[in-house]
C-alpha cells in the first residue's frame, strides 16, 4: 500500500471563476510545483491516479435532479430566472461557461481519491481542488455548485461504511451538515470562525444534530483572532475522542487553509505550523483518509499549507534542493522554507479567544460525548 495519493488535474487548476472572485484552482497548479519542488511527487510511497470524471447518478447520491437539471443548463454560459432561484448568478456563484463540465471533474477527482483509499491502494488522498463544502441538496452557494465531500460521503454510506467527515476551514461546513444531520452514520465535526455575522452564519455549538442523528453533528466555532495554540487546544480536546468512540471506516476531510493570519476573507490568526499539526493529527487518526483543499484565499500561503500537508500524508520531512539557489519569496524558501514564523494573539483578544474555546469544549463534552460514549480528555 503507498502511503498518499496526489490527486490532479490540469482541467481543474486551469479553471476559471473570473478576475475579480477570489477562488482560485490555479492553487492547485502552485501546490504541485512546490510538492515537486520539495520532492514529494515522485517520493517511494506517492501515487498519482488519473482522476476520472464522474456520472450524473455519483451526483445524484447527495444533488436533487431538478437542480442538477438548472447546472447543466449554466453550462453554455447562459441565464435564468430558475437559475438564480437555485443560487447560480450570484456574484458568489456566477454564471460561468464549462461550470458544469468541472462540476463533474472535481467531484470525478474527489470520488477517484476515496476509491484508491477505500481500495486500499493508498491510505491517505488529497484532492486539492475539492472540499465545496458549502452547496446544497438543490442549490449553490458559498462558491461552491456541487458538494464533492457530501457526495464522497454518501458514495461511503452506499458502501455500508461508517463516515467521520472533519473540517478545519474557515467557514462552516453547512452543506455537509444539513445532509446528514439526523444521521447517525455520519459524524460530523467542524471547527470554525464563529458564525455570529460570518457567512454562513451557522454552525454554533448548539447545533448538535436531530433525531438519531442527535450527538453525531459537533460544531467548534472559535472567535476572531484565534491562534494555533487556541485552536490546537479545542481540536485535541474534540475531534481525536470523538474519532475514537465513532471507530470509522474512513475519515473525509476538508482542509481549508483560510484559517491563516493572512487570508483576506477571513479573521482567525493561524499559521501553518499550527495548520500542520493538525494535518498529522488527522493522519495519525484516521483508518482511511480522503482530504479536499476547500478554502484559502492566500493564493501563496495556501499552496504552503497544502504541501506540508501532502508532506504529512506522505510521511515526509519536506527537502528544498533549490533553497537559496533560485526565486521563491513568494512561496517562503528565502525566508526559512515552508514554515511560518510562529504568532501569538495576545491581550484581550487571547483572553477572549481562549474563553470562547474553553466554553465550547465544554459544553461539548457534556452534550455529545456521552451521547457518542466519548472519553472527555
Not at 479553471?15 to 504541485?32: C, E, L, S, V, W
Not at 491502494?121 to 452557494?141: Q, W
Not at 455537509?176 to 455520519?186: L, T
Amino acid at each position: 500500500m503507498a502511503e498518499a495519493a496526489f490527486i490532479y488535474s490540469e482541467s481543474l487548476a486551469s479553471f476559471d471563476y473570473g478576475d475579480d472572485h477570489p477562488f482560485k484552482p490555479m492553487r492547485a497548479r502552485n501546490t504541485m510545483e512546490l510538492c515537486n519542488r520539495h520532492g514529494l511527487l515522485y517520493a517511494i510511497g506517492v501515487i498519482r491516479p488519473e482522476p476520472r470524471r464522474a456520472t450524473r447518478d455519483e451526483l445524484e447520491l447527495f444533488h436533487d435532479p431538478a437542480y442538477l437539471d438548472i447546472l447543466a443548463r449554466a453550462n453554455l454560459g447562459s441565464h435564468d430566472l430558475a437559475m438564480l432561484e437555485a443560487g447560480i448568478g450570484t456574484s458568489d456563484c456566477p454564471v460561468l461557461k464549462g461550470i458544469y463540465d468541472f462540476c463533474l471533474e472535481t467531484v470525478g477527482a474527489t470520488l477517484t481519491g476515496v476509491e484508491t483509499v477505500l481500495a486500499g491502494e493508498a491510505k491517505c488522498a488529497f484532492n486539492l481542488v475539492g472540499g465545496l463544502h458549502h452547496a446544497g441538496r438543490d442549490h449553490a452557494e458559498g462558491f461552491c455548485y456541487v458538494n464533492d465531500v457530501g457526495i464522497a460521503a454518501a458514495y461511503c454510506l452506499a458502501k455500508g461504511l461508517r463516515v467521520a467527515y472533519v473540517d478545519i476551514d474557515a467557514h462552516h461546513g453547512n452543506g455537509v451538515q444539513d445532509a446528514f444531520y439526523d444521521s447517525d452514520q455520519v459524524l460530523v465535526i467542524s471547527l470554525h470562525e464563529s458564525g455570529e455575522g460570518f457567512y454562513p452564519q451557522t454552525g454554533f455549538e448548539t447545533e448538535i444534530g436531530e433525531g438519531k442523528g442527535r450527538g453525531y453533528t459537533v460544531n467548534v466555532p472559535l472567535l476572531k483572532r484565534t491562534d494555533d495554540e487556541i485552536y490546537l487546544h479545542a481540536f485535541k480536546r474534540v475531534v481525536p475522542p470523538l474519532l475514537d468512540a465513532f471507530k470509522p471506516d474512513v475519515v473525509i476531510a476538508e482542509i481549508g487553509a483560510d484559517t491563516m493570519i493572512s487570508d483576506p476573507l477571513t479573521n482567525l490568526r493561524l499559521t501553518n505550523n499550527g495548520y500542520e499539526e493538525v494535518v498529522k493529527l488527522l493522519v495519525a487518526q484516521s483508518p482511511k483518509l480522503f482530504a479536499a483543499g476547500g478554502g484559502g484565499y492566500d493564493i501563496y500561503r495556501t499552496s504552503r499549507c497544502w504541501t506540508l500537508a501532502f508532506a504529512a500524508m506522505c510521511g515526509i520531512e519536506p527537502e528544498d534542493e533549490y533553497a537559496g539557489l533560485v526565486g521563491g519569496m513568494m512561496y517562503g524558501s528565502e525566508i526559512g522554507g515552508l514554515r511560518d514564523t510562529p504568532v501569538q494573539t495576545k491581550g484581550e483578544d487571547k483572553t477572549n479567544a481562549r474563553e470562547q474555546a474553553d466554553r465550547v469544549v465544554a459544553a461539548l463534552h457534556q452534550s455529545v460525548f456521552p451521547i457518542l460514549g466519548a472519553r472527555v480528555p
